[in-house]
């Protein structure tokens, strides 16, 4: 269950990504990234949103241990 949770919040950290920066588009075939700096751009946002996410999971998790 976790690791689908996990997937989960990675596909919506991909889409935040390509809604926030023009150069990067996600379709149906796939996803695409439009130059380098687009690129590291990308990879720098999706890091801190992945980092969030894993942050909130840790927090709730811990939270349905107690």
């Not at 390509?18 to 130059?35: M, T």
């Amino acid at each position: 269950m976790r690791l689908m949770l996990i997937w989960i919040l990675n596909a919506l950290a991909l889409l935040a990504v390509a809604y926030l920066l023009p150069d990067i588009h996600v379709d149906g075939k796939g996803f695409e990234v439009n130059g380098f700096w687009a690129g590291v751009m990308g990879a720098l946002l999706y890091s801190a949103f992945s980092f969030l996410f894993s942050q909130l999971l840790r927090q709730n998790v811990s939270q349905l241990d107690r």
